[in-house]
């Protein structure tokens, strides 16, 4: 298996446009989690799913950040419009059992 | 409610000494609990687990981590650093809570080897 696949793995943006971010997680993994990292706040659990449905979604910043998981196999997290804060990589992990694998992440530039 | 606890944001240690990096969890259960490394903008790679069977786990890179329940501690140890190691280290807690999966991730600690 190559693993949880992100992408792309650069995003440069300008304020106020879309930005779609991919994420293919391993098959079979029947749990998908969306993190944001940042110096400032470190590793923020954004969203998770389960078996392709939204558990918990407490950590989605604002109503500009969204996720879908229409499949097993692919999920997308959506900002809409982005701002420079948002600037951030992210990251998206697959788990099976209780074990967590990690694709290589998004860097996002917003300017 | 679980939650996992990095005691040093940073830590310094020469090349050739031993390297302790704290992690104390909180949970009502057993949980599964790993350390995860970062190597500057990288992703993240697991380093070793712990999912109740032994409980002093040996990961890679010649890192191990003893599981204490009654200080509920999983602290990272290895005998020697080595210039390859700094990088920044993450304590995770994994456990089914409601009926699922919940991982939550302590705040790191970034390990500087001085040469």
Known sequence: DAGVIQS??????????EVTLRCKPIS?????????QTMMR????????????PIDDSGMPEDRFSAK?????FSTLKIQPSEPRDSAVYFCASIVGTEAFF????????? | AQSVTQLDSHVSVSEGTPVLLRCNYSSSYSPSLFWYVQHPNKGLQLLLKYTSAATLVKGINGFEAEFK????SFHLTKPSAHMSDAAEYFCVVSLNSGGYQKVTFGTGTKLQVIP
Do not use: C
Request: charged residues 20%; negative net charge.
């Open chain 1, 8 to 17: 792309p793995r650069h995003e440069v943006t300008e304020m106020g446009q």
């Open chain 1, 28 to 36: 079979g993994h029947d749990y998908l989690f969306w993190y944001r």
């Open chain 1, 42 to 53: 470190g590793l923020e659990l954004l969203i998770y799913f389960n078996n392709n449905v």
């Open chain 1, 69 to 73: 998981m229409p499949n097993a196999s």
């Open chain 1, 103 to 111: 694709g290589q992440g998004t860097r996002l530039t917003v300017v």
């Open chain 2, 69 to 72: 329940k009654s200080e509920t």
